[in-house]
């Protein structure tokens, strides 16, 4: 045997034996940069929706990007209003473009003893007093409540002023 294909052989037998002990099927990275690991099911990732994380931050993937969250409220919030199944523990880079913090979604939330709006697409605005709070949720009544939100808004939304 020549010591080329020998050289072929013993990398095809060791691949082998890994996929075997390995959840990820062993395979050298001949090209840079090294392509990332293929998924469970062996679909493309882009087109996939979803939640996913990378072993420290969870995503959500909307088929064409992904986006990250603020805080574990966010995720819980944003979880509430798009259902979307695990696509387990994933290379970010696989599901396109990083779109930054995800929108937060529609709805009422609570900061600091004081209940906000959000519009769904990244504002929110307050109330000058129960009284409007109450109009306004009357006037939308399909709109959820999502509770105390644990972070700053102001970190991943722009604040509008007086809800109208």
């Keep these: 045997m020549k010591k080329g294909n020998l050289l072929i052989f013993v990398f095809c037998a060791f691949a082998t034996a890994l996929s075997t002990v390995s959840a990820k099927p062993a395979y050298a990275c001949l090209v840079e940069p090294c392509p990332s690991w293929p998924t469970p099911?062996?679909?493309?990732?882009?087109?996939?929706?979803?939640?996913f994380d990378?072993?420290?931050?969870?995503?959500?993937?909307?088929?064409?990007?992904?986006?990250?969250?603020?805080?574990?409220?966010?995720?819980?919030?944003?979880?509430?209003?798009?259902?979307?199944?695990?696509?387990?523990?994933?290379?970010?880079?696989?599901?396109?473009?990083?779109?930054?913090?995800?929108?937060?979604?529609?709805?009422y939330f609570d900061n600091g003893g004081?209940?906000?709006?959000?519009?769904g697409n990244g504002t929110f605005c307050g109330f000058r007093n129960p009284q409007a709070l109450e109009s306004h949720q009357r006037s939308r009544p399909q709109q959820p409540s999502f509770g105390r939100l644990d972070r700053d808004p102001n970190r991943f939304m722009g604040y509008t002023g007086v809800c109208s």
Excluded: M, W
């Excluded at 062996?42 to 087109?47: G, K, L, V």
């Excluded at 979880?79 to 529609?106: E, H, K």
């Excluded at 004081?114 to 519009?119: G, L």
């Design 41 to 51: 099911d062996n679909q493309p990732t882009q087109n996939r929706v979803g939640y």
């Design 54 to 107: 990378n072993g420290g931050t969870v995503f959500y993937a909307n088929g064409t990007s992904h986006c990250g969250f603020a805080s574990p409220k966010h995720l819980e919030f944003f979880q509430r209003v798009n259902q979307a199944p695990s696509l387990g523990r994933q290379d970010p880079g696989s599901f396109g473009a990083y779109a930054g913090i995800c929108t937060f979604p529609s709805g």
């Design 114 to 119: 004081t209940v906000f709006f959000s519009s």
